[in-house]
């Protein structure tokens, strides 16, 4: 499985932007990048997904680099309630059935928001 | 509203008793999977299933044993829990393994002595 990397922890203020880094330098052409986020006590919540252009839903804006090998998740305006684990997953968009389309969770970034 | 249940949401069990944890979706998702998050080591997948009577083993499924008989259930079972599995367990669900949003359960956090 196509492997990523994300810094352990960030911190942020409350109501200023916050830019999730994502490093993915082996994804394969079909492989799709998720965004979940972990709230304390809570199961995983999707956030956001994409494949090659730019995404943006209700929730966050998804960055993807030209050549795909990195990503980054923009929340616009971080609120106390966005202290989360996020965590950014590949899963591979060609090949129906089989365990490529698992979502595989890595430690993901704790983010903090402060005050 | 579109959601996956689990129950119970806390178990508290012995040692080689028989459990079940339940999980249902009500939206029809042909795709269903079960993950234990442990401190450090993150969500792992016990099982997934593709689809009713179509289960597959995930990366820690020693232990447990799944069913499909129906597509909105998808329980997990634990035939000789040990303390080893004391765990924060999820159900999760999506329309296809694929891309689609997947949804997850609130958790079982169960505990064996």
């Known amino acids: 499985d196509a492997k990523t990397t994300q810094p352990n922890s960030m911190e942020s203020n409350e109501e200023e932007p916050v830019h999730l880094p994502c490093n993915h330098s082996t994804i394969s052409g079909t492989d799709y990048i998720h965004w979940y986020r972990q709230l304390p006590s809570q199961g995983p919540e999707y956030v956001i997904h994409g494949l090659t252009s730019n995404v943006n839903n209700r929730m966050a804006s998804l960055a993807i680099a030209e050549d795909r090998k990195s990503s980054t998740l923009i929340l616009h305006r971080a609120t106390l309630r966005d202290a989360a684990v996020y965590y950014c997953i590949l899963r591979d968009g060609g090949n129906y059935g089989g365990s490529q389309g698992n979502l595989i969770f890595g430690k993901g970034t704790k983010l903090s928001v402060k005050p | 509203e579109a959601q996956v249940t689990q129950n119970p949401r806390y178990l508290i069990t012995v040692t080689g008793k028989k459990l079940t944890v339940t999980c249902s979706q009500n939206?029809?998702?042909?795709?269903m999977s079960w993950y234990r998050q442990d401190p450090g080591l993150g969500l792992r997948q016990i099982y997934y299933s593709m689809n009713v009577e179509v289960t597959d083993k995930g990366d820690v499924p020693e232990g447990y044993k799944v069913s499909r008989k129906e597509k909105r259930n998808f329980p997990l079972i634990l035939e000789s829990p040990s303390p080893n599995q004391t765990s924060l367990y999820f159900c999760?669900?999506?329309?296809?393994?694929?891309?689609?949003?997947?949804?997850f359960g609130q958790g079982t956090r169960l505990t064996v002595v």
């Open positions: 999760a669900s999506s329309l296809r393994p694929l891309n689609t949003e997947a949804f």
């Open positions: 939206m029809n998702h042909e795709y």
